[in-house]
């Protein structure tokens, strides 16, 4: 290989590539290793939903973290486009929480009114307001929490944009490598980043350093509808459907213990296209594409971990972000840039360290 790097990344998915690009916009060196091929799991996966809402209604630090990260997206997608020279857009007009009850419906009117929902401009939509602005909503529906804020991304397109904007920062890549292939150890000359996805805790149990890090199986489908009449992504019933600009629907997502299998099941599909029926009955009409699935890294506190390993000079790590990964890639990237190039803790990260598991007794 060629000089040694400032910065090792271990791990080539979208918080992997972010943290890189932002480095290296900073002209810091960067290599990533990726195990298979950049972006090949969760990141491209992933429906691409940028929902804070979607994990916490109260003003915890994982909202904060997702709030901030939404708040970056406008700023992270125009610079991305310019150093890729690719189109990288927000879609959508945004996200409804849809009633099919009035328990239900009780429970988003208080949900539009937490401070939650009003730093996110969330407000209710009765039953004639919601099918004015959407229409093909499934009879049972009698209102919804819109959330114009909560938009989504193409995650396959926004990959393919961190590479090219990565490659023109001079961060240079190495594909199909394996912990064995290469000394997983930090170097005195480099610091590294474990940002493996699912893969993390394996990685770190080779060295000894134990994460309560896990995976956890996702199934998308994606469909195709004959018109563009679904405009909205829709969250009810245990699930979504995430539109795109071009026709698509993605349907999601299952959350399975199922370790590290990435097959997409029979079960699996019918589950989502229920969900999908049940969100939108014209979804029994739309095109069948595919369905895939993919392992998200989940932690035993459902937050990230982020920030230095405990005890371990020169190694630092970013994962467990579950379902949140496209979501808070910027903020993720914005604040482990700053603790690599300044050494000091950004305060934004405490509440996500790895410290939290020692202290505990985990590690």
Same mark, same amino acid.
């Given at each position: 290989m060629a000089q040694t790097p400032d910065v090792v990344i271990v791990g080539g998915g979208i918080i992997g590539l972010s943290i890189a690009w932002y480095l290296a916009r900073e002209g810091v060196t960067v290599r990533v290793l990726e195990r298979d091929r950049l972006g090949s799991h969760a990141s491209s996966a992933a429906a691409g939903m940028l929902a804070p809402l979607a994990e916490s209604d109260e003003i915890t630090p994982l909202f904060r973290f997702g709030k901030a990260s939404l708040d970056l997206y406008p700023t992270f997608v125009e610079q991305l486009a310019f150093d890729s020279e690719m189109d990288v857009l927000l879609e959508g007009p945004g996200l409804l929480r849809l009633a099919f009850n009035g328990k239900e419906a009780d429970l988003l009117r208080a949900l539009v009114q937490t401070p939650a929902g009003q730093e996110l401009e969330t407000k209710w939509?009765?039953?004639?307001?919601? /099918? @004015?602005?959407?229409?093909? %909503?499934?009879?049972?529906?009698?209102?919804?929490?819109?959330?114009? /804020?909560?938009?989504? $991304? @193409?995650?396959? /397109?926004?990959?393919?944009?961190?590479?090219?904007?990565?490659?023109?920062? !001079?961060? #240079?890549?190495?594909?199909?490598?394996?912990?064995?292939?290469?000394?997983? $150890?930090?170097?005195?000359?480099?610091? +590294?980043?474990?940002?493996? &996805?699912?893969?993390?805790?394996?990685?770190?149990?080779?060295?000894?350093?134990? %994460?309560? =890090?896990?995976?956890?199986?996702?199934? =998308?489908?994606?469909?195709q509808q004959p018109t563009k009449e679904l405009r909205f992504t829709l969250y009810g019933l245990g699930g979504y459907l995430v539109p795109r600009? !071009?026709? !698509? =629907?993605?349907? &999601?997502?299952? #959350?399975?213990?199922?370790?590290?299998?990435? /097959?997409?099941?029979?079960?699996?599909?019918?589950?989502?296209?229920?969900?999908? +029926?049940?969100?939108? *009955?014209?979804?029994?009409?739309?095109?069948?594409?595919?369905?895939?699935? #993919? $392992?998200?890294? &989940?932690?035993?506190?459902?937050? *990230?971990?982020?920030?230095?390993?405990?005890? =371990?000079? !020169?190694?630092?790590?970013?994962t467990g972000h579950y379902r949140n990964g496209i979501l808070q890639a910027p903020i993720t990237a914005k604040l482990m840039a700053e603790l690599i190039i300044t050494d000091k803790d950004p305060e934004a990260l405490a509440p996500f360290s790895a410290a939290r598991f020692t202290q505990a007794g985990v590690v």
């Open positions: 939509l009765d039953e004639s307001e919601v /099918r @004015d602005i959407q229409s093909g %909503l499934a009879e049972k529906v009698c209102g919804a929490a819109y959330s114009p /804020r909560e938009q989504d $991304v @193409d995650p396959k /397109r926004l990959i393919q944009a961190l590479i090219k904007a990565c490659q023109k920062q !001079n961060v #240079s890549f190495v594909e199909g490598i394996h912990a064995e292939q290469h000394a997983m $150890v930090p170097s005195e000359s480099s610091k +590294t980043i474990y940002a493996a &996805g699912a893969w993390t805790g394996e990685l770190l149990a080779s060295l000894d350093y134990q %994460l309560p =890090v896990k995976p956890v199986k996702g199934q =998308v489908v994606l469909l600009e !071009n026709g !698509n =629907v993605l349907v &999601g997502a299952t #959350s399975e213990d199922a370790g590290f299998d990435e /097959r997409a099941t029979d079960e699996g599909t019918e589950q989502l296209l229920t969900k999908a +029926t049940h969100l939108y *009955p014209a979804a029994d009409q739309f095109t069948f594409i595919e369905a895939w699935a #993919s $392992v998200r890294p &989940g932690t035993s506190d459902d937050l *990230p971990i982020l920030g230095r390993l405990t005890g =371990v000079e !020169n190694a630092f790590v970013a």
